[in-house]
């Protein structure tokens, strides 16, 4: 079965410190992947996506993810941390790149809480 | 430039009841998406529409079905509610719907729909 697995529920970073947030899956083929954000009581935002060339993708926000296609991992990253990064964060993979027959599975995400 | 816009934000039904939920699209936006995300968890896919037709769906019963109307907006419809119905539902949209999820997307902030 097709899935992507974010192992941490909850991340504590202090504020300045590199973080990183876990995503890993399990899928066939050659997949699209995104990392959204999530406040409190709002929908979703885009932060990046990977689909094909530097294995280093920049996003929104100053984050950043690092593609390992042999660990199947697509693991967020941001050097500096902020108290406003604080949120929930999600992976989703999308198994059938530019397929109309292609479906998206997000992950069951991560919290992130970033402390003064 | 309004983005995702999705009506009721907040409603509360019985066992049993019909619920149709409203979403408009970014403007430049042609293809709709429904998500369903419960308490803790990531969103789970139910349907996307393109050029008025469904055009993906994932693991969701025929109760659940949908709309799509000339000016992209979308209805999602649930018949026959029960209490697992119980969630936020999320409405996406994004432009290209002909390669299906490559496109980032634009989330609205949901309606939260409790079942009593």
């Known amino acids: 079965a097709q899935s992507v697995a974010q192992p941490e529920d909850q991340v504590n970073v202090a504020e300045g410190n590199p973080l990183t947030v876990k995503c890993t899956y399990s899928v066939s083929g050659n997949p699209y992947l995104f990392w959204y954000v999530q406040y409190p009581n709002r929908g979703l935002q885009f932060l990046l996506k990977?689909?094909?060339?530097?294995?280093l993708v920049k996003g929104s926000y100053g984050f950043e993810a690092e593609f390992n296609k042999s660990q199947t991992s697509f693991h967020l990253k941001k050097p500096s941390a902020l108290v406003s990064d604080s949120a929930l964060y999600f992976c989703?993979?999308?198994?059938?790149?530019?397929?109309?027959?292609?479906?998206?599975?997000f992950g069951s995400g991560t919290r992130l809480s970033i402390r003064p | 430039d309004a983005g995702v816009t999705q009506s009721p934000t907040h409603l509360i039904k019985t066992r049993g009841q019909q619920v149709t939920l409203r979403c408009s699209p970014k403007s430049g936006h042609d293809t709709v998406s429904w998500y369903q995300q419960a308490l803790g968890q990531g969103p789970q896919f139910i349907f996307q529409y393109y050029e008025e037709e469904e055009r993906q769906r994932g693991n969701f019963p025929d109760r659940f079905s949908g709309h799509q109307f000339p000016n992209y907006s979308s209805e999602l419809n649930v018949n026959a509610l029960l209490l697992g119905d119980s969630a936020l539902y999320l409405c996406?949209?994004?432009?290209?719907?002909?390669?299906?999820?490559?496109?980032?997307?634009?989330f609205g902030d949901g309606t939260r729909l409790s079942i009593l």
């Open positions: 996406a949209s994004s432009f290209g719907g002909a390669g299906g999820f490559n496109q980032p997307q634009h």
């Open positions: 989703a993979v999308t198994p059938l790149r530019g397929s109309s027959a292609s479906k998206i599975i």
């Open positions: 990977y689909i094909t060339g530097d294995n």
